[in-house]
C-alpha cells in the first residue's frame, strides 16, 4: 500500500499532480484503504497503471531541477529554492547566488508549461516531505498545518494576521482565505524568509510582508497588532535571547526562564493582539506540565487569557510520535471578556490523518479554578477523561466490594485458642537445610516448596514467617530471606501438619485481602471526596 506522496515519489512528480491524474483519469486505481482525508492504494495497481500510461519513465524536469538544486545546495536547499522561486518572479537569478544555469534553464522550463507559482508551490512541498522524512522539526509539518487552519477557524478578508516564526511561509500563507487579510511575517533565516515573500508574491497575494530577523531580540514589526497571531516556533531552544530581555515590557504575564523559550514565544505572540485578537501557538506538550513554566501557566488561567488547549494526534509532528498541543489565547476586550474557562480537546486517539472534529466525549470544559492547583497542568486528556468519569456507577461498584471484601476478611481470620506447653520451636524441631539435603524441599520460586508427602507446603512456609526464623533469616544488612535455610520447624506427623498449614494458609488470604480492603478504602474516599467537591456525588437524603 502506498500513499500519494510515495506515487509522487515513484513518478518523479508532485502530490499535486498525482491529484489531478486521480482526478483527471477514470481508471487511476481506487484507493485500496486508509482514510477519505489519506487514501491508500494497491502498490501493483500503482505501478501497472504508471507502465500503461508511461508516467514515470523519464526523470521529469522537476526532479532535475531538484537534483541541480541538491547537487549545488546540498543540505541549504533552502538557498536554492528562494534562487529558482527569484528566477521565476523576476526573470533571473540573484547575482550573490550560485544557482546553476541548469537549474535555471529548467525553471524556464516548468513555468512555461504551467504557472510559475505552481512550481514554486512544488518545490515547497517537495522540500517540505523531504525535511519530515528526515525527522527535522525545520519546516512545520502538513498534518499540523491542516490541524492549525481547522482550529483557527474563520479569519476575516479584511484582518491582519502574523507569523513571528514564518518558515518558508507555509504557516502564514495556509490561514484565512488566499485573498483579502494582511499577512506579516518574520523569520530569522534569511533565505527562508526571502522564499516565503518570493511564494506570497508568485500566487499573486499582494498584501504579504516577510522580513527577516530574530523575532525575539529584534522585533521587526513592534507597533503592529494582529487580529490573529499564528505560530511554530523553535523547539528546545535554551539560547534565545533571556539575559537580554529581562525587562522586556512583552513578558506581561512573567518572565520566562532558560528552558521555557516556547513560553517566550507565546507571550511575543500575545504582545502583537489587538483587542480581541486571538493567538494559536503549537506547543510540545511538556510545556502544559513543566515545573518551570507554572507561574505563567496560572498567570494565563488566572486572567482569563487561554482559552483552549487542544492535544493533536500521534504523529502530527514531522520528527517524533510525541503528543503536540495547539494553545489558544484571547486578548479580552473589556474586563467583563475574559474567559471563566478552558475548553480542553484531547484527539491523541485520534488517526493523525482523520476527522479533527472532536466527539463529545473528547471535550470537557474546565472552570478556572479547577486548574489553579500547585501543578497548574493544562494536559487535555487529565481533564477529559475526568469530565466524563461516572462517580455515582463507579463508587457504587467500589462501595459494593469493599463490603464483601470486609465481610470476606473477618471470616478468614482463623479461630485461635491458647496453646500448651512451651512453643513449637522449643519443642524437637529439624532444619530447613537438613530437609533440603534430604530432597524434601526445592527452591525453584519465590517461596520454598515441599517435595515429600510426609512436609505440608503451608506449614513449612508458615513457620519459616514466625518470629524465631525471621530473626535468623534476616542479615545485618537487614536482609530478610524467605528460603534462609538456617531456619528450622517443628517435627509433627503429616496431619498435625495439615492443621497447622489450614491456619497458616488462611492468615495468607486474610493479609492478602485486608491489603485489598485498604486499598479499596483509599479508593472509596477519594473518589467520594472528589465527587462531592464537584458535584457529581451528593449524601442520599
Not at 288 to 315: D, H, M, W
Amino acid at each position: 500500500m502506498v500513499t500519494g506522496s510515495e506515487i509522487a515519489r515513484l513518478a518523479g512528480v508532485t502530490r499535486a499532480a498525482v491529484s489531478n491524474w486521480r482526478r483527471r483519469y477514470e481508471d487511476f486505481p481506487a484507493p485500496a484503504g486508509g482514510s477519505v482525508n489519506s487514501p491508500l492504494f494497491a502498490l501493483a495497481d500503482v505501478q501497472t497503471w504508471l507502465s500503461k500510461q508511461r508516467k514515470g519513465q523519464d526523470v521529469s524536469e522537476e526532479v532535475q531541477l531538484w537534483q541541480a538544486l541538491r547537487a549545488t545546495y546540498g543540505e541549504d536547499m533552502v538557498q536554492g529554492l528562494a534562487a529558482v522561486a527569484q528566477v521565476l518572479a523576476e526573470g533571473k537569478a540573484p547575482e550573490s547566488c550560485e544557482l546553476p544555469a541548469e537549474a535555471v534553464r529548467l525553471a524556464h522550463v516548468l513555468a512555461e508549461r504551467g504557472p510559475a507559482s505552481d512550481v514554486a508551490e512544488a518545490l515547497a512541498e517537495r522540500f517540505t516531505d523531504s525535511v519530515r522524512r528526515a525527522g527535522s522539526d525545520q519546516v512545520t509539518s502538513p498534518r499540523i498545518v491542516r490541524a492549525l487552519r481547522h482550529f483557527a477557524g474563520e479569519v476575516a478578508s479584511d484582518a491582519t494576521v502574523l507569523d513571528p516564526a514564518c518558515g518558508i511561509g507555509t504557516l502564514l500563507l495556509a490561514v484565512g482565505p488566499d485573498r483579502g487579510p494582511r499577512r506579516r511575517g518574520q523569520e530569522s533565516e534569511p533565505h527562508s524568509a526571502r522564499f516565503a515573500q518570493l511564494r506570497a508574491d508568485l500566487t499573486g497575494r499582494t498584501d504579504v510582508d516577510v522580513v527577516a530577523g530574530d523575532s525575539l531580540r529584534d522585533d521587526k514589526w513592534p507597533s503592529l497588532k494582529a487580529d490573529l497571531v499564528v505560530c511554530d516556533p523553535p523547539v528546545g531552544d535554551a539560547d534565545w535571547g533571556r539575559e537580554e530581555l529581562l525587562l522586556d515590557s512583552r513578558w506581561e504575564l512573567g518572565t520566562p526562564s532558560r528552558a521555557e523559550g516556547e513560553l517566550a514565544w507565546l507571550q511575543h505572540a500575545y504582545a502583537h493582539t489587538a483587542l480581541g485578537g486571538r493567538v494559536v501557538v503549537v506547543m510540545p506538550a511538556s510545556v502544559a506540565y513543566r515545573k518551570a513554566g507554572r507561574r505563567i501557566r496560572a498567570e494565563l488561567v488566572r486572567r482569563g487569557v487561554l482559552t483552549q488547549v487542544v492535544s493533536l494526534p500521534a504523529g502530527s509532528a514531522a520528527s517524533h510520535a510525541l503528543p503536540v498541543h495547539l494553545w489558544h489565547l484571547r486578548r479580552p476586550s473589556t474586563v467583563g471578556d475574559a474567559a471563566t474557562s478552558v475548553r480542553m480537546i484531547d484527539l491523541t486517539a485520534n488517526d493523525p490523518d482523520g476527522d479533527l472534529e472532536p466527539a463529545p466525549e473528547q471535550i470537557a470544559d474546565v472552570p478556572l479554578i479547577d486548574l489553579l492547583d500547585d501543578t497548574v497542568d493544562l494536559t487535555p486528556g487529565r481533564y477529559v477523561e475526568e469530565s466524563h468519569r461516572d462517580y455515582a456507577t463507579e463508587y457504587g461498584a467500589i462501595r459494593q466490594e469493599l463490603s464483601e471484601q470486609v465481610r470476606l476478611l473477618a471470616e478468614l481470620l482463623p479461630e485461635l485458642i491458647a496453646g500448651e506447653g512451651p512453643g513449637a520451636l522449643d519443642g524437637s524441631s529439624v532444619s530447613v537445610s537438613d530437609l533440603a539435603r534430604a530432597g524434601l524441599v526445592e527452591y525453584g520460586g519465590l517461596e520454598p516448596v515441599s517435595t515429600s508427602d510426609q512436609l505440608d507446603t503451608d506449614f513449612l512456609r508458615g513457620f519459616l514467617r514466625s518470629t524465631s526464623n525471621t530473626r535468623r533469616s534476616t542479615s545485618a544488612s537487614g536482609t530478610f530471606r524467605l528460603d534462609g535455610k538456617g531456619a528450622r520447624i517443628p517435627q509433627m506427623d503429616i496431619a498435625e501438619q495439615r492443621h497447622y498449614g489450614t491456619a497458616f494458609r488462611r492468615l495468607q488470604e486474610f493479609e492478602e485481602r485486608a491489603r485489598r480492603v485498604a486499598e479499596l478504602s483509599r479508593q472509596a474516599a477519594e473518589l467520594a471526596r472528589d465527587g462531592i467537591g464537584n458535584g457529581a456525588l451528593q449524601p442520599r437524603g
